[in-house]
């Protein structure tokens, strides 16, 4: 009886999901609502792209979950990113601080806007920003000119922080609010993998001036591809539709337009799709947060891993699970990827630090220790709702 310590992980695993040979997915979408219904309806009339009405019941439906004013859809959750970004007022050679431990298209949507991003630490009991380290480091780096944060080692404006809510665990919001309030720095929140997460009783997304969502294949829920901008300004809303829709003025038929806008928004099939899945989120939440529970007990009694919990404030959506690796196991990764995947078990390790990639490997940073602890001990393991 000499079991290893990944094989023991392994058959804990197969513990916790349904017996059968099937390979089990990191994360699947499941349509077992209107789906169809929806779909068929946008065919049979033709309206699957600009016209329809889906596109408005889906940002009502986003309204009313979230608690938000307003919600605009749009094609992707990085372009969202990037129109919460241009109305932040982000331009050329600003600096936004942004999370090393993120998905690569948090840090693009800044190069978009020809900003710079500068890379944060993150926190052990969130995986997200630490607003504690980050206040520390800005005392050091920065200092207030006339209202605007200037980093002082390279001299440009330091004008937003991107919170992302990794895996759906919130981000400590309100003391990151503080910092944003002291150093002037716009609030954004990259809440893409947050979609029924909250902070305090409070939604993610709800938290920043702009948020943004993304309802990609593998999200919480689906419209194939799709995102959408929360915000709770009024004027900020109109501007976010009009950006988003070629900046179009209403005419009858002339074609008249007064910003370079985007063609970001959401296909009428798509939000079809949406309306559908956000019917059945909330039996949604409830299976994956029951799943991450059955994970919970079962690697309770594991020696050297384990389940990442949401942190005390927070009800976290559970969108990816996570198991961590105590430092003594951290050697064990590798094999341990192997040895799930192998078994049809799809597990996968964090995403590289975006800091370490080569378009991104010069742009300013703070320590990262934190960040870096994580990467070499994080595995992602299935997730779907339906397990
Ligand atoms: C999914 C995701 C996005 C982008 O969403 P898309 O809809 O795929 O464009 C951005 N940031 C993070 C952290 C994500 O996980």
Redesign the pocket.
Known sequence: MNTSFCEIILATLKKCLPANNDIVNLHEPLFCGNEWNYIKECIDSTKVSTVGNYVVQFEKMLIDFTGIKYAIATV????A?HICLLLSGITKGDEVIVPAL??V??INAVSYCGAIPHFADSEEQTLGLDPYKLLGYLKEISEIRKGTCFNRITGRPIKAVIA?HTFGHPVDLEPLLELCNRFKLVLIE?A??SLGSFYKGRHTGNWGKLS?L???GN?TITTG???AILTNGESLAKLAKHLTTTAKLPSRWYFKHDYIGYNYRLPNINAALGCAQMEKLPDILENKRSLAERYRRSFMSIKGIKFFIEPNFAKSNYWLNVLLLENEYHGKLQELLEITNDSGIMTRPAWNLTNKLPMYKDCPKMDLSVAENIESSLINIPSSAFL
Do not use: P, Q, Y
């Not at 992707?76 to 372009?79: L, P, S």
């Open positions: 992707n959750g990085t372009a990113l993120t998905f298209a948090t992302m990259d893409t993998e943004a993304s309802f990609n999200k591809g799709g995102g």
